[in-house]
């Protein structure tokens, strides 16, 4: 079933983590001999590198932030020789200095390893063909999902972004079967294909999409105008990059690959760690890479652990579909809210992920107001006006939110289109 599994000979629970806190001590004795950064850090706290033993001791690290990656930036925190490692990659952060994460030959191929099993989750074996139009370049995207194609010995299209023309002909003569790419893009995409007549071309049969936030909502958008099954994908540039966790057959969250990563889930606000089934921040161990292993890195993604049984037959513990990001949260006239509750509420509406959030304030007070497209239909509905359906849209939110934006609806295709990661929100609030 799933050939790229550690996990298959540590079934059991007892079994990873006993595996776990092996990879985990050898990793902390790692980095307290090759980093001074967790040398000082340990020592500050009377931490020994003999001192963890086992999962139980992990709360005995310091957490890291990306501010500690950014001061540490470019070399700080590379636990090995420079002559060791063999690549870079860098996270999309427009703002501050990027993060650059190093990677010896050993940790690509572990890369890869957690992209194929990826891929072969999403039913992806020998006899597909992967269409990666995920970026190429700094962005891990592109690369992870090549090297897991690779591994699982697919036929490999390294389209990267952008080109859309290009990439809906290769799909149809090259007879694509898995497409990997950002779910807005996707959505793009599948836009294209149903206005070019060419739905009856594509082969595809299923989707790795991730990079971004996304809902179920859209996830069923997607499934349908494609004719595929959807499979979320998560990761961050600092961890590895995409294959951090993936989804199964279940399609009901995405396993973590924690015979190479830990995850736990903490409040945000105190850094308490909480209990299996609590929505908080995720963090991250890496305990089996050697040139950039972050230890108990705060992801400021938001999220829920569970290890309920799944019908995949996957024992790897399940993340959920992000909720949002500690630092995304927009807090508008004092009111928290996050950019998936607006897409929720859009898409239940019948509407596309086509929105944006814009934020702003006049005279000391928050304006909010929501972009959103028109399907085509209610584009050339008469029978329903505009503004009836904006009040409609004003109404839901309300109710989902607690607060109105102001909810305009424009024409299809009104809003600019993006080949990576959306643009979703728009906060001249920071300017
Ligand atoms: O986005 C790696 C990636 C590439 C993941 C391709 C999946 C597919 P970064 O550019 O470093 O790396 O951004 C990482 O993107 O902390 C999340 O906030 C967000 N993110 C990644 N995957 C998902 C997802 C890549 N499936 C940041 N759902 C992370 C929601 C996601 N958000």
């Not at 009836?388 to 309300?398: I, N, P, Y």
Request: hydrophobic content about 35%; proline content about 4%.
């Amino acid at each position: 079933m799933n050939y790229y599994q550690e996990e298959m000979e540590c079934a059991s629970r007892e079994k990873m983590r006993e595996l776990q806190g092996e990879r985990l001590a050898k990793t902390v004795r790692h980095v307290y001999e090759n980093v001074p950064y967790y040398r000082r850090m340990m020592d500050e706290r009377n931490v020994a590198p003999g001192d963890v033993k086992s999962l139980d001791d992990l709360p005995k690290l310091p957490f890291l932030t990306k501010n500690d990656l950014r001061d540490a930036y470019p070399y700080g925190l590379l636990a090995v020789p420079l002559t060791d490692a063999v690549r870079i990659q860098s996270t999309s952060g427009t703002t501050g200095r990027r993060v650059v994460a190093f990677y010896t030959q050993g940790d690509i191929d572990l890369w890869d390893e957690c992209c194929a099993r990826a891929i072969v989750a999403a039913g992806g074996g020998k006899d597909d063909v992967v269409h990666v139009s995920y970026g190429y370049g700094l962005f891990t995207g592109g690369p992870g999902l090549n090297g897991g194609s690779h591994k699982v010995g697919s036929l490999t299209l390294p389209m990267s972004s952008g080109n859309t023309e290009r990439q809906i002909q290769f799909m149809c003569d090259l007879g694509s079967t898995i497409l990997c790419c950002t779910p807005s893009y996707a959505a793009y995409l599948a836009e294209n294909i149903a206005s070019q007549g060419l739905r009856g071309q594509i082969k595809l049969k299923a989707g790795i999409f991730g990079a971004e936030a996304w809902s179920e909502e859209m996830r069923a958008d997607i499934e349908k105008s494609l004719g595929i099954k959807a499979y979320d994908i998560y990761g961050l540039t600092e961890i590895t990059g995409p294959g951090v966790s993936f989804e199964c057959s279940e399609q009901t969250g995405m396993h973590v690959n924690e015979d190479h990563f830990i995850p736990e889930i903490i409040d945000p606000e105190t850094g308490a760690v909480l209990p299996e089934g609590s929505k908080g921040e995720l963090v991250f161990t890496c305990i089996s890479k050697t040139a950039f292993p972050l230890l108990r890195y705060r992801t400021r993604d938001i999220c829920v652990l569970s290890r309920k049984a799944c019908s995949c037959g996957r024992t790897l513990i399940k993340m959920s579909r992000l909720m949002g990001r500690s630092d995304d949260m927009l807090i508008i006239r004092g009111v928290n809210v996050f950019p998936s509750q607006i897409e929720a509420v859009l898409m239940k509406c019948g509407l596309t992920s086509n929105y944006q959030i814009i934020v702003d304030r006049v005279h000391h007070t928050d304006t909010f107001e929501v972009k959103v497209e028109m399907t085509p239909e209610m584009f050339s509905d008469t029978v329903k006006d505009i503004s009836t359906r904006e009040e409609e849209l004003v109404a839901s939110m309300r109710a989902m939110l607690g607060i109105s934006p102001k909810v305009t609806l424009v024409a299809p295709r009104d809003i600019a289109r993006s080949e990576g990661k959306a643009v979703r929100v728009i906060d001249r609030r920071k300017i």
